[in-house]
């Protein structure tokens, strides 16, 4: 039949199983969305805590590890390692190297000093890598007469800290260098002060600065040479280690210094005069023990018992 309008009017009605299908497919849709969520929730927290774990597990294994290689590096040295290098190198055919009965003193006092050790040598010799070795926990510092040959030594073992030094002594002169020490004791060779500014003939002032704020724990002098009248001898190196020894800062106040050829003269006049008799603990034709303790700034003496030294040449 035609509408009067020319338009017909539909009516459209939803039956109610097609209303009650939508609703259960969003509630469907809801619990699915639900279901998601909640997985995604418990997989992250438990992504998180497994990797929190991890990472503690990480840090710790970090820790350790860093903890155990800074307890190896601090370490002394073995014992059996100890005597192995003191073996075989005092078993060596260098003439001019030294025995066990002159190295073990040496090495004993570095086994026995508070770490780091602050070890100053006079002389680059065939021990120079023992004595880095045995203290290597410590500041090791070697004075040599040679530029070359303190450059080439360090070229060829970086490892090594070598200065050279120019000295303005010679053996010829060894008692006039000690008369006119004594005339300055109060003043530029006074047994307190530091060298660096100091002009007494006998005391070394061309170091790096660094050498002359180190409190020196233990120092060797083993050079420069000690032969021909024009060679520079020992005589500086034994007074500087005197000054260095008696104007300590820090540590114990004690420096122990080692003295080797101490049969010769000059070795052993220098030694009782700016080393001192009193402070010799141990001796033998080739190595001198001495334990020289800090003194007042104030002070103008070098020993507090007062021997003649021994001038015959």
Not at 252 to 269: C, Q
């Amino acid at each position: 039949m035609k509408n009067n309008n020319g338009s017909n009017t539909k009516l459209i009605l939803l039956h109610p199983y097609i209303q009650k299908q939508g609703s259960s497919n969003r509630l469907w849709l809801l619990a699915f969305i639900s279901f998601f969520t909640v997985a995604f929730l418990v997989t992250l927290i438990y992504t998180r805590e497994s990797f929190s774990t991890n990472a503690g597990i990480a840090t710790t294994t970090v820790t350790m590890t860093t903890v155990a290689a800074s307890s190896a590096i601090s370490a002394p040295l073995p014992t059996t390692v100890i005597n192995t290098l003191l073996h075989y190198t005092s078993r060596s055919n260098d003439t001019f190297h030294m025995s066990y009965t002159e190295l073990k003193p040496i090495s004993d006092v570095l086994r026995k000093c508070s770490s780091p050790c602050n070890f100053l040598i006079f002389g680059l010799t065939h021990e120079t890598l023992l004595w880095k070795a045995l203290n290597h926990n410590g500041r090791t510092v070697f004075i040599d007469e040679n530029r070359y040959y303190a450059a080439y030594f360090e070229e060829l073992h970086p490892e090594i800290d070598a200065y050279d030094v120019q000295y303005t002594t010679k053996m010829s002169e060894w008692r006039e260098l000690i008369g006119s020490a004594k005339e300055q004791i109060r003043n530029e060779c006074r047994p307190v002060q530091n060298l660096l500014f100091s002009e007494c003939k006998l005391g070394i002032n061309d170091l790096p600065n660094h050498v002359y704020e180190v409190d020196w724990d233990v120092i060797l002098i083993d050079g420069p040479r000690g032969d021909g009248s024009d060679g520079p001898g020992r005589m500086s190196p034994i007074f500087t280690s005197g000054v260095l020894a008696r104007s300590k800062k820090g540590g114990n106040g004690k420096t122990h210094v080692f003295v080797h050829d101490y049969y010769r003269n000059i070795e052993r006049a220098y030694g009782d005069e700016f080393l001192c008799r009193e402070n010799l603990v141990e001796h033998n034709d080739l190595l001198a023990h001495f334990v020289v303790e800090r003194m007042d700034e104030n002070s103008f003496h070098f020993c507090r018992n007062k021997t003649t030294s021994s001038l015959s040449s």
